[in-house]
């Protein structure tokens, strides 16, 4: 079998033309690509913990304007760019969130508030460890919850791409013995210079290298390297018209539905972005936080267009370590909290819902006097998804200790 | 680029035992071509011994050689307590963990004036020579200027629209222009690409561009390599991000001289001086946080002033109070507590948390939310002077909380920034510091899950020695967990290490390099780019990934095949003439001067597999003499697995 490879010469990205044999497991490992689990999810870490309560604002709670005299988004009944915009008269959207409106009312979008972690860690690290391990509380976990996930379902022939992190690292929510890549950028996952001496040499060092560390993973790229070779990324043009935001985030969620698109057996997707540890000028309408969220609002808009029909298939999800404390602190901006809100997006959710079990903010009402209670517990959100949406059927490995039993599950989903 | 990403995935502040995620349970996964090729691996080198062979590592060395007792002489070991490693391995040990790995005739120079001199030189730096690296750093200008000068050199884009009174938009066209016509110019002089980008880069930026060059620079060619880790370990472990704000212009004086003239030292004076430093004030807002009551009491007095002030102006309109421009859309048309107080400040805890949990006790360290807010409560009023103009640290007694604080069971109630000294004296000098820093230093030198008996005595030293950084070094030194076989070649290098010991295995020189700079970024560690405050992780779990390694490949064959602009390496002098012929010699000179020749049967066998290829032996169109491609040679050697550890 003999394929054609683009190479770039790095210096003024000369292209290429070339043509070498691929070694027999990769042949192996392309031929053996199985039809995949059609069902995708995408995640979504926002990390540096983001301030739920200005995002899905509780207007119609009056602490909430007490406890945040000059950050807080006024309430929707005077309309306009600079009021929260309403979803079901008592929770509405940050106005920067303005694309999403739509999703929700159509019924692609649902949004669960006063949900989190049952760990107080205000750490941003101990939480985040928590949250994407999925065992609170507990830092020896060595895996994450994803990882399990796919664990639970062994798919020996899976696809290189089965699982990606579109970022320079694998996050820990995909660490673990089920095969998972990082994928830094899309444009530039291949190898430089001349493929017969180089991708063969590096090939065969890897994949034969006794060091435990290293094997693994260098089998995972050159499988990836050659699934990819499949793709044009330079010349990608998202369906329907949608317009990506130039961010990072952005420009991976476009990779994702490019992947998806692409059918190279993409079953995971995680994605993560930052910026949002705002304890200074965190900002209302305007400001630090307004911007992250245009970016994100603007991004899940421009996915769902793209995606168009086969958002059918695609549950994508949002979480965030913690939330912030409920009341704004010396410098316009909010100090570590605890509860926060999750995005649960795609066509067989069960959107236009707030789903919530509202704690109330009064002081007394507040966790430790302070924050936003949790009362509803992450791993429930995400033991559904996984279960009706990916088809994992032994949750209990995948949440150890959490009692995840279906009937106890919001039903977000439909089925 | 990815510098947005992560607030967390990239570090693991492990700092006990418990948090560890060992590469066995990550990479356990085989399929069944990966068990045959490894079984056949297995096979080749009947020698390994596998129990011995640690979670994640390589086992290059013969099996003869494996758990061996050595005798090394004393005029080369001294005191060291080397037993399980050759001399030529205690050497290159000593140059990958004590410094960026080896340049050529390291490893000679060692054995001759013997192991334990040379560590001795390198823990006592100040007598080592480095006046050549002094000369090749006397062009970055900007690292020996104030952050003052920074600031009036290479203003923000919005300060220097307001000094010539143009707007933002007409500033960056006017400089666009000149830059290109800049640009046009230096290209007709023939001038190298990678320095046209540097010389027109815009000004803000430049400052960085600096740095990140000076650091790499110092980190390849400085004679006191050990001084130049350490000064990188503790901008990591006291981690600042320039992207942020002001950042920008405060991170120079910050690295210079906050963090360097510290790294060998006490660790209470390098805790007390990256409290007091503007860079780190103002990353984790420490220098915003007050006593919400003095600062209303401040702000009345000022009004007081203002309104005696204006009396003698008698007749002249006073200001009208400001309106909030949206009461009408709060409940009963009113915010609950009337107008916001624009001028209202009060307390920031960020740094009151990250200065606990991230630079002193650990995240387990014992102290509770009501600490972090006294801690904070301690440090109001370190703030800084004049950020936009000449930022300095400036203690504001007139916004610290005066009222008695509990810090972890201690009452801090001195008043004034005394308060703050000693909340930070109770942190520098606790168990549990001495603790959670010996941890780090043994994570990044000895092993990502370091024995807890090295850990606890470092810790020992630590508390007797008032925290000295070079006494806990010597300690960690001259402890046989350091010189243990299972921690050589232990390491994954991080993508600065990957950058840094391949320039120097290649004896690469550099002349202006941005891109050397850009392509530790692509590889996963932008320069003084890490978003949240933990810095970079120390662990090979987060180094290790598919997309990783290819930038680590792609890196190692630029580099070599001598593609990065601005960094030129002579590999006919490094591998000698008679090589250029001999594709064989070329590899096994490679081998010997980057990986001390002890590489595994597999890695070894592949290469030698491609010596006959026709792209490593070229003949050129004006020259029927075949040359080894050594560059090729050297890149492959680069990009192997070996390579990656140290």
């Not at chain 1, 022939?157 to 660490?175: D, I, M, Q």
């Not at chain 2, 071509?33 to 129990?51: C, D, E, W, Y």
């Not at chain 2, 009452?411 to 510091?433: P, R």
């Not at chain 2, 391949?502 to 530790?520: G, H, K």
Request: hydrophobic content about 40%; proline content about 6%; overall charge neutral.
């Amino acid at each position: 079998m003999r394929i054609s490879r683009r190479i770039f010469l790095k210096s003024g990205g000369v292209a290429m033309i070339g043509m070498t044999a691929m070694p027999a497991f990769l042949q192996r490992a392309i031929a053996d690509t199985p039809a995949p689990n059609k069902k995708k999810l995408v995640v979504l870490f926002q990390r540096g913990a983001m301030d739920g309560l200005n995002v899905v604002v509780p207007f119609a709670e009056p602490n909430y304007y007490r406890l945040r005299p000059t950050i807080a988004i006024p309430q929707p009944k005077d309309g306009g760019a600079e009021a929260a915009i309403d979803l079901n008269g008592f929770f509405g959207l940050h106005p920067s969130l303005q694309p999403l409106e739509p999703l929700f009312h159509s019924g692609q979008l649902a949004i669960v508030q006063a949900v989190g972690s049952p760990d107080p860690s205000r750490s941003h690290f101990d939480a985040q460890d928590f949250m994407e391990s999925g065992t609170p509380g507990k830092s020896s976990t060595n895996d994450g919850w994803l990882n399990r996930s796919l664990q639970e379902m062994p798919s020996p022939k899976a696809s290189a791409f089965r699982a990606v992190a579109f970022g320079p690292y694998l996050p820990l929510t995909l660490r673990g013995s089920a095969s998972a890549i990082a994928i830094p950028d899309l444009k530039q996952f291949r190898l430089f210079g001349n493929p017969q001496v180089t991708e063969g040499d590096f090939e065969s060092m890897y994949a034969s290298s006794v060091d435990q560390a290293l094997h693994g993973v260098g089998q995972e790229t050159f499988e990836a390297v050659d699934s990819l070779k499949k793709l044009d990324p330079d010349n990608y043009q998202p369906a329907n018209g949608a317009q990506y935001p130039k961010s990072r985030f952005g420009k991976s969620l476009q990779e994702i539905a490019e992947l998806i698109k692409a059918d190279l057996g993409m079953e995971v997707a995680f994605l993560d972005s930052g910026g949002w540890d705002n304890h200074v000028n965190e900002g209302g309408v305007e400001g630090q936080l307004s911007n992250l969220l245009r970016d994100l609002g603007h991004g899940l808009a421009a996915f769902h267009q793209d995606m168009g029909d086969q958002m059918d298939d695609v549950v994508f999800v949002s979480m965030s370590e913690f939330g912030r404390t409920a009341h704004e602190n010396g410098n316009r901006g909010t100090d570590h909290g605890h509860a926060n809100c999750m995005f649960v997006m795609g066509g067989q959710v069960k959107g236009g819902h707030v789903y919530t079990k509202w704690p109330g903010m009064s002081d007394e009402q507040l966790y430790q006097n302070r924050d936003l209670a949790v009362t509803t517990d992450f791993r429930s959100v995400l033991g559904e998804i996984i279960s009706k949406h990916l088809g994992t059927r032994d949750l209990s490995p995948v949440f150890p200790g959490f009692d995840n039993d279906p009937s106890k599950f919001l039903n977000i989903l439909k089925s | 680029m990815h510098s947005a990403h992560a607030f967390r995935s990239s570090r693991t502040r492990t700092f006990t035992q418990h948090r560890q995620r060992p590469i066995s349970i990550l990479r356990k996964r085989l399929d069944a071509a990966g068990i045959a090729l490894l079984a056949a691996a297995l096979l080749l080198s009947l020698a390994i011994i596998v129990p011995s062979v640690q979670a994640g590592k390589s086992s290059a060395a013969p099996a003869s050689e494996k758990r061996s007792e050595y005798n090394l002489p004393k005029s080369f070991k001294g005191k060291l307590p080397i037993t399980q490693l050759t001399e030529d391995e205690a050497i290159l040990h000593a140059l990958d963990r004590l410094a960026y790995g080896p340049r050529p005739g390291d490893v000679d120079r060692i054995r001759k004036m013997g192991l334990e001199k040379w560590i001795d030189q390198q823990l006592n730096y100040t007598t080592i020579d480095d006046s050549a690296l002094d000369a090749k750093l006397a062009e970055f200008k900007t690292l020996k200027m104030s952050s003052e000068q920074l600031l009036s050199k290479y203003p923000p884009p919005n300060q220097a629209a307001k000094r010539q009174g143009l707007t933002p938009e007409e500033v960056r066209q006017q400089y666009q222009q000149e830059m290109q016509a800049k640009r046009q110019e230096m290209r007709q002089q023939g001038i190298d690409p990678s320095m046209i980008q540097f010389e027109t880069m815009p000004g803000p930026q430049r400052i960085q561009a600096e740095l990140d060059l000076a650091t790499i620079d110092r980190a390849i060619y400085s004679n006191r390599q050990l001084y130049e880790v350490m000064s990188n370990f503790w901008f990591n472990h006291f981690n600042v991000n320039v992207a942020k704000g002001a950042d920008r212009w405060l991170l120079n004086d910050y690295v210079e001289r906050t963090i360097r003239p510290n790294a060998m030292g006490k660790f209470e004076n390098l805790l007390d001086a990256t409290a007091k430093s503007p860079a780190m004030l103002f990353y984790l807002d420490n220098w915003l946080s007050a006593d919400p009551i003095a600062f209303q009491h401040m702000q009345q007095e000022l009004a007081l002033r203002r309104q005696r002030f204006q009396g003698l102006f008698m007749g002249m309109e006073m200001p009208a109070p400001r309106q909030f421009p949206q009461a009408g859309r709060f409940p009963n048309g009113q915010p609950p507590q009337g107008p916001p107080k624009k001028q209202e400040r009060g307390l920031n805890e960020n740094y009151g948390r990250e200065v606990m949990e991230l630079h002193t006790v650990g995240v387990n360290g014992g102290y509770t939310q009501a600490d972090v807010i006294q801690m904070a409560d301690c440090l109001t009023g370190w703030t800084i002077r004049a950020p936009r103009k000449d930022p300095q640290f400036f203690f504001d007694d007139r916004i610290h909380d005066r009222s008695p604080k509990i810090v972890m069971g201690k009452t801090f109630n001195y008043g004034g920034m005394k308060d703050g000294l000693e909340a930070l004296h109770m942190l520098a000098t606790s168990d549990a510091t001495a603790h959670h820093i010996s941890f780090e230093l043994a994570q990044h030198f000895v092993s990502d899950n370091p024995p807890q008996s090295l850990v606890n005595r470092m810790a020992q030293t630590f508390l007797s020695s008032d925290g000295d950084t070079r006494a806990v070094l010597k300690t960690m030194i001259y402890s046989p967990e350091f010189w243990s076989r299972d921690a050589y070649r232990a390491k994954v290098k991080t993508p600065f290490e990957v950058a840094v010991s391949a320039a120097r295995a290649l004896d690469a020189q550099t002349t202006v390099s941005p891109q050397l700079a850009q392509w530790v970024g692509r590889m996963g560690e932008p320069l003084y780019q890490c978003e949240p405050p933990t810095g970079y992780a120390d662990t090979a779990d987060v180094w290790v990934n598919a997309g990783a390694l290819l930038n680590r490949l792609n890196f190692a064959l630029t580099l070599a095949t001598n593609h990065m602009p601005g960094v030129n390496t002579d590999l006919s002098g490094l591998f000698g003439q008679d090589a250029d012929s001999d594709p064989s010699l070329v590899l096994s000179r490679a081998l010997g001067d980057f990986l001390g020749g002890q590489v595994s049967a597999q890695t070894k066998g592949t290469l030698e597999k491609h010596l006959s290829d026709p792209q490593i032996l070229q003949a050129r169109l004006d020259d029927p003499v075949k040359h080894v491609n050594e560059g090729l040679i050297a890149g492959l050697v680069l990009g192997a697995p070996e390579f990656q550890r140290r």
